[in-house]
DNA sequence: CGAAAATTTGACATGACTCAACTGGAGTGG
DNA sequence: CCACTCCAGTTGAGTCATGTCAAATTTTCG
């Protein structure tokens, strides 16, 4: 069950004994969603982060007039929550959505405090992850400025193609901040140069 | 000359010794940029982490066409510099360019290696920096995802009212990812409505 | 099978971009 | 002190990409 985050810790250059896996394991509850369930609703407090072990969450979140806007998809071997809310306590403006039945490890905010204070190291563990996601925002922000939607579609192809066989592509649209009826029109130039 | 570093360093819950503050300084260099002076430049390697002592500098790339993208501004007491190319070696997409006189601190990517094995609590501040960076990162995507133009105008003289009158606005529009004719089109109707 | 959801298509509206011209201020040099 | 240049900012006109609304079609799933 926890095989997969010890798995993520040591990718990420975590070397850890025995004693510390059980202490790590005893603050990480496990927990399973069906599909369509929520993690967090915009509102509530983003109590746990959440680490997906199988299946997949959906971040978004709802503007004034209504629409959904996806922020992240979460599949296994990733993490999911909102960080702001978790780390102030103060309500998320987020939801978090399982698009399939979903298996997660959970660590609440005052139990990674503690973890921090037991296990030192893992300050690094989260220092790389944190640091890997600035990257990554980087990189949208930078796509988001520079590239047209086509573009951008064909990089989220590119670097999550085992995520679009698993989503709709309404929110697909809603990740590249696009209407559904916009990616049906590129998809379609895409069909027709391909 | 260290000591805004250190009270960044200390803001962020970082106590630190006398042995540990000189070990410390011994790992950053201090550096003076002219105004419009280059820090990286697209197609170098980003060597230094670069902490702002003083001025202001200004990330930005240049897309396919010519046009030029603002990433982040980074005045006193902020860091800039790409994370992506300081940790893995490649060469940066990104220019970081002075708007002012901009005096720095300036530590390599071996010495930042270093400097996690001789004071392991610097892992702790740079996941706090980092965290708080992914959270920026999520409400600006959040804001090009679900805000106008114009609504990202405000939100950005909400939150950098310091920055707003240091820089021009042609810079701004590139931050925001609009063209500097539809920044002044929007100044026009800010001005009528107040 | 049948209902609901997802996707596609068409017609039209609109916000933002481009190109181009003009204004106004800052700085320079005669 | 004035003419000149340079650059930021503004304004107008036309264009284009994308959005919206509405309807048709296809897929999914109970």
Redesign the interface.
Known sequence: MYELLFNNFEKNGLDLDTAERELIQSFFKHRKYRKNQYVVQQGDVSKYETFVNKGMLRTY?V??IG?E?T?KFSPEDWWAG???SF?TGNPS?YNVQCLEDTEVLQISQPDMELL?ARV??M??Y??IL??N???A??????A????TALERYLEFLNKYPHIQQRVPNHLIA?YL?IAPQSLSRIRKQVLVKS
Do not use: E, W
């Open positions: 979140l503007d004034d629409q806007h922020m909102d960080l702001y780390t403006s921090f030192p190291k300050n690094l989260f220092r944190y640091r996601s600035v990257i925002y980087n990189r949208r922000v930078a988001t400025l520079c590239n809603s901040g």
